[in-house]
T-cell receptor, first 115, second 116 residues
Framework: EPEVTQTPSHQVTQMGQEVILRCVPI?????FYWYRQILGQKVEFLVS????????KSEIFDDQFSVERPDGSNFTLKIRSTKLEDSAMYFC?????????????FGSGTRLTVV | AQKVTQAQTEISVVEKEDVTLDCVYE???????LFWYKQPPSGELVFLIR??????QNEISGRYSWNFQKSTSSFNFTITASQVVDSAVYFC?????????????FGSGTRLQVQP
């Protein structure tokens, strides 16, 4: 069964550093997403991406975040200057359609720890 | 705005008991999708079920069953004869297909502990 692949599985970074989280969505999917889960809390939507541009973003997704599809397979989330409160599990997801009609496939997550 | 409420923060049962996890949602869209995900201690999100707003039939999959009631805006999940491996956090989620947010909005989750 096709999978969404995320790397690395765990990343530790110093406060103020830039981090890039990487994802390889399922190849025939058109919509890509990033979600965040602070430890012990709910999963929160950050951003959706379609046709090489952001289609929707939440209030969490401020100027320190950016997303990119640098080539035909990767989808990245960049945090420019990390803060302690950015420590969380970050999930990438992809879907065939922009609605839930075909569901969403999630990666296994990247645990980001900011020290 | 869409919202998903899981009022039960944590439930503890003894193995073989039945348990129901509640989910109440709010949306203005007439077309929407409801989901349940399981998050085991390893942290990944495991898809359990997707239901669209036009299909109110209840669904059963092995020990799992789901009760969707539009009249009460609820999409409850029942595990029959629970097992220790069912211990996890369970999330209910909603996506809207109309003018609302199409990405998933999750509830706060219910932590289920099944004691042997």
């Amino acid at each position: 069964e096709p999978e969404v692949t995320q790397t690395p599985s765990h990343q530790v970074t110093q406060m103020g550093q830039e981090v890039i989280l990487r994802c390889v969505p399922i190849s025939n999917h058109l919509y890509f997403y990033w979600y965040r889960q602070i430890l012990g809390q709910k999963v929160e939507f950050l951003v959706s991406f379609y046709n090489n541009e952001i289609s929707e973003k939440s209030e969490i997704f401020d100027d320190q975040f950016s997303v990119e599809r640098p080539d035909g397979s990767n989808f990245t989330l960049k945090i420019r200057s990390t803060k302690l409160e950015d420590s969380a599990m970050y999930f990438c997801a992809s879907s065939e359609m922009g609605t839930g009609s075909y569901g969403y496939t999630f990666g296994s997550g990247t645990r980001l720890t900011v020290v | 705005a869409q919202k998903v409420t899981q009022a039960q923060t944590e439930i503890s049962v003894v193995e073989k008991e039945d348990v129901t996890l509640d989910c109440v949602y709010e949306t203005r869209d007439t077309t929407y999708y409801l989901f349940w995900y399981k998050q085991p201690p390893s942290g990944e999100l495991v898809f359990l079920i997707r239901r669209n707003s036009f299909d109110e039939q209840n669904e059963i999959s092995g020990r799992y069953s789901w009760n969707f009631q539009k009249s009460t805006s609820s999409f409850n999940f029942t595990i029959t004869a629970s097992q220790v491996v069912d211990s996890a956090v369970y999330f209910c989620a909603l996506s809207e297909a109309g003018t609302g947010r199409r990405a998933l909005t999750f509830g706060s989750g219910t932590r289920l502990q099944v004691q042997p």
